[in-house]
């Protein structure tokens, strides 16, 4: 496999998700990942495919996309049987889907040992009771099983995403870590019940490191290494803000001393740098 670099369908944003594929595509881009933060529209699909076939795009669904009728988190570990399954059926819609756009691979997060509030994603969490971590890990591999015998049918690979555990998060959870997977320890203990492969955000794994006291540069390199699907954007260490990725800064010189070829890189960037940001990991897979 050769490397490659897509960009998130959410470094720009639009109410349409045909509108920020065009957006995309007219900046040269035609790897794209489609992600959340459109609406729900009929024409959706039918504008996807026509724009995949004129503009030569190839497509990866991730996580949310497409956007419900009605918003939820998406939690395979809920122990809420209801938003449980709403989850399971939504991946296995985007599957489905995913056959259809001919995108061979679909990444989704980790679960939560709570169900979230739509409102919160993003934000710290109102601190509740936490289910058993061992509970929330055999509640998603049962889905994962039924999901992952679903896409292997129609020939897409699923890869679970190691989740992010803020400074916030961290500083309201006392009582423990109430996401799965947010670092070698966790993502291990999950692959182990699942055998899923990881689909690496190092954004995300660099807030987590700084909130659990870890290194970052240690866990960036264990990781790299298990994975052949990256997430890339940076941050302060302390949330997750989707600023682009420049050289000289302390993750692309971190990301300088690890092995990337053959691996798949998307970019989600949200603060406007797209393309200094494409032409710095394009830079790190050519070094």
């Not at 509108?19 to 900046?27: G, H, R």
Request: aromatic share 8%; charged share 20%; proline share 3%.
């Amino acid at each position: 496999m050769n490397s490659a670099i897509f960009v998130s369908s959410s470094c720009v944003n639009n109410s349409r998700i045909a509108q920020s594929v065009k957006m995309l595509a007219d900046q040269g881009f035609t790897n794209i990942e489609l992600s959340g933060g459109t609406n729900l529209y009929p024409e959706w699909k039918a504008e996807l495919i026509a724009l995949k076939s004129e503009l030569g795009l190839t497509y990866r669904c991730h996580n949310y996309f497409p956007p419900p009728k009605e918003h939820f988190v998406l939690n395979l570990s809920s122990h809420d049987k209801f938003e449980r399954r709403r989850s399971i059926e939504h991946v296995l819609n985007v599957i489905e889907l995913s056959n259809e756009l001919e995108a061979s691979v679909y990444g989704i997060h980790a679960g939560f040992r709570l169900q979230p509030d739509t409102n919160k994603l993003g934000k710290a969490f109102t601190n509740v009771a936490l289910q058993p971590e061992n509970e929330a890990i055999e509640l998603f591999a049962a889905a994962w099983e039924k999901v992952n015998d679903r896409a292997i049918e129609h020939g897409v690979k699923l890869y679970v995403e190691n989740n992010v555990l803020s400074a916030a998060n961290h500083k309201t959870f006392t009582q423990g870590n109430p996401f799965l997977a947010t670092d070698s320890v966790s993502i291990k203990k999950l692959q182990k019940a699942t055998g899923a492969p990881l689909l690496l955000d190092i954004a995300h794994l660099k807030v987590s490191c700084n909130s659990l006291g870890l290194s970052f540069d240690n866990e960036l390199k264990t990781l790299v290494a298990q994975s052949d699907y990256l997430h890339f954007s940076d941050n302060n260490g302390m949330a997750d803000t989707n600023h682009g990725l420049h050289k000289g800064t302390e993750v692309f010189k971190l990301l300088e001393s690890v092995a990337l070829n053959n691996k798949t890189i998307t970019l989600e960037v949200y603060d406007g740098s797209l393309q200094e940001s494409y032409e710095s990991t394009a830079a790190l897979l050519n070094s």
